[in-house]
């Protein structure tokens, strides 16, 4: 950061953003803005993936929707004129190859002459790693004190930023997780400090909910398949090492199932039968608008649902921890 820029960050394209003040206007992939939100920062609006329509998917909303923050539809289709009439002052997305934005054009953004951070969600970074990031993040936006602008009639009036209170006490970098090797749980992880109003009770609800699952998983023994249904004939089965949450599972002992040798570092794209015989106890299907239910698995099979998108935040991930913990028990 320079010495004319209150606000700086190096996102993980490696891209070293600044502003001359702190940005307080932010629209986000809505995966992103969910997380922010959680984490006490508020947008102006969100934006969907080319997987999205012209309304919020609830599976990948949060809350947002619900608190009155607009949805401007799938990123690459945005009204770059609309986009100037909401001023953001930064726009965050995700990126899962380490290089470009998911949801939306990078050139887009520049036009508009503000920065576009992009955080990684792919398996180069472990799940607290991931949850980290973002925390990095929504602190850096919160620096002068105050929650993002947020829309109309939502979140802190705006006014210009200050410089953060030096006499303020310097926070604690608090333990959300463990780094897992295999079943094992070998050393803490810390996410990152000044987390936000609130976010002590979802770091220590976020490890009490690893610890549900833990112990779920370990009474159970269940096989676990995740998948995402695409119709009747054909279905994505999910590669567990290839998600960051996929693989925190089973370093929290869940007995995740690998599809096999195949195309796809994701998904192996198979059919049903080939889903079936992997032999389930737990199907974790993906329950976004634009996946399709299960089809012809075996009875007795139980479902649960999953979103590949939850929102990267210690808020959302115990929620999920805690469902899936339901979901094992006997």
Excluded: C
Aim: aromatic letters at 6%.
């Amino acid at each position: 950061m320079s010495g004319t820029q209150a606000w700086g960050f190096t996102d993980d394209r490696g891209a070293q953003l600044g502003a001359a003040r702190v940005p307080r206007r932010v629209v986000a992939y809505v995966r992103a803005g969910a997380a922010l939100y959680d984490l006490g920062v508020i947008p102006v609006a969100v934006y969907g993936s080319g997987h999205d329509g012209d309304a919020y998917d609830p599976a990948k909303a949060g809350v947002l929707e619900a608190v009155g923050v607009p949805y401007l539809g799938p990123g690459r289709a945005l009204d770059e004129a609309a986009l100037r009439e909401l001023r953001p002052d930064v726009v965050v997305d995700v990126t899962y190859d380490g290089k470009s934005p998911y949801a939306l054009d990078a050139a887009l953004v520049e036009r508009l002459g503000v920065p576009l951070v992009a955080l990684s969600v792919g398996n180069e970074l472990d799940l607290p790693a991931v949850l980290d990031r973002f925390a990095a993040l929504a602190a850096g936006l919160r620096i002068d004190g105050r929650e993002g602008a947020g829309p109309e009639g939502v979140g802190a009036e705006a006014t210009e930023p200050g410089a953060a209170d030096p006499a303020a006490p310097v926070p604690v970098p608090v333990v959300v997780g463990s780094d897992a090797v295999g079943p094992e749980i070998v050393t803490p992880v810390t996410v990152s400090p000044a987390t936000g109003p609130g976010q002590g009770a979802a770091l220590a609800e976020f490890e009490a909910a690893e610890a549900a699952l833990r112990e779920a998983a370990a009474r159970s023994g269940l096989g676990v398949l995740a998948l995402s249904g695409a119709g009747p004939e054909q279905v994505h089965l999910a590669r567990p090492h290839a998600w960051p949450e996929l693989a925190w599972l089973a370093g929290l002992g869940v007995r995740l199932l690998d599809p096999g040798p195949g195309p796809g570092a994701n998904w192996l794209t198979a059919d049903w039968v080939r889903a079936a015989a992997l032999r389930p106890d737990l199907v974790l299907f993906d329950n976004r608008e634009h996946a399709t239910p299960p089809y012809a698995l075996p009875g007795g099979v139980r479902l649960a649902p999953w979103n590949p998108e939850t929102p990267p935040s210690p808020a959302a991930y115990a929620r999920f921890f805690r469902d899936l913990a339901e979901a094992l028990a006997p």
